[in-house]
């Protein structure tokens, strides 16, 4: 192993210390068995549960619902995947350890949840499609974050993305909420929407050319009309839509490809 990720691992062991005696309280009943240690190796990062009470608010966050299908990478014993399943939600769990894939699934059965809506794969997560997820969970560290990153920005605008405690480099989290009741250690999430691609120039219906920079979900650039030229202010996306302000008028639309029908005011809409 290299000093980085050598560093990493011993910075994080230090902080589960800290977060053993909380996690205890945390962890679901377990069938007998095998027994995960917190703080044990894993392939990339060390294995401590998210405690229960972030779970739920990771999966409120993201609104889960039975519509969607939620992979959480890097699942551990497998509570978060469980979780969403109890809602309705089909979800996979993505885990490089063998012994907490098969813990997982125990846990599964044990907790009455169907195998056709708690699934739990034994893989890497950086070999993984998890391209088809309506919502992505994980609890790593920021630099795997910052490798999957791009990965994430490639899936369909809208999908929905909750890490525990770890940020996702300057792509800043749409929101954070911390949870007292019932969590001592790691009970911070942060939450992304990944935002539709509309950087570049867009001519506008029924007039005027529209030049969009973007950050991740931060949109700036001008409304040019005729002699006019409005910088863009206020600009984000969030998923497929789009809102902004230009020459005193608030915009909004829902951006498809390379179409963008607007919502308010009425009848704009722009192409690229
Ligand atoms: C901090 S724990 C989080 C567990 C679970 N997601 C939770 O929130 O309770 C990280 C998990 O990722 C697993 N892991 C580490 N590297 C991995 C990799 N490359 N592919 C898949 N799983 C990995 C570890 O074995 C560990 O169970």
């Known amino acids: 192993m290299t000093a980085a990720p050598l560093l990493r691992q011993i910075v994080f062991t230090l902080l589960i210390g800290v977060a053993v005696g909380a996690c205890a309280q945390n962890q679901p009943a377990k069938p007998s068995g095998y027994e995960p240690q917190v703080g044990q190796e894993g392939k990339d990062v060390v294995w401590v549960p998210t405690p229960q009470a972030l779970v739920d608010r990771m999966l409120d966050m993201a609104k889960v619902t039975s519509s969607d299908y939620v992979m959480d990478l890097g699942s551990g014993d497998g509570r978060t995947v469980i979780t969403a399943a109890k809602r309705g939600a089909r979800a996979t769990g993505i885990e490089y350890n063998p012994d907490m894939v098969e813990l997982s699934k125990k846990n599964a059965a044990a907790a009455g949840v169907k195998e056709d809506r708690a699934t739990f794969m034994k893989a890497d ?55 007292s009741e019932g969590c001592t250690t790691w009970c911070t999430a942060l939450h992304w929407i990944v935002p539709a691609k509309v950087e570049g120039a867009w ?52 951006v498809s490809g390379n179409t963008i029908k607007g919502t308010s005011p009425n009848g704009w809409s722009a192409t690229k």
């Open 125 to 179: 997560l950086f070999e993984t499609d998890f391209s088809k997820a309506t919502v992505i969970t994980m609890f790593l560290l920021p630099d795997i974050n910052l490798r999957l990153r791009p990965k994430i920005l490639d899936m369909r605008p809208g999908t929905r993305i909750v890490s525990n405690t770890f940020t996702m480099g300057e792509w800043e989290a749409d929101v954070t909420e911390t949870v």
């Open 203 to 254: 001519k506008m219906a029924p007039g005027g050319e529209l030049a969009l920079t973007q950050t991740f979900q931060k949109l700036s650039g001008t409304l040019r009309n005729g002699g006019n030229t409005s910088p863009i202010t206020e600009g984000k996306m969030r998923g497929d839509e789009i809102t902004f302000k230009a020459g005193g008028t608030t915009y909004t639309g829902r």
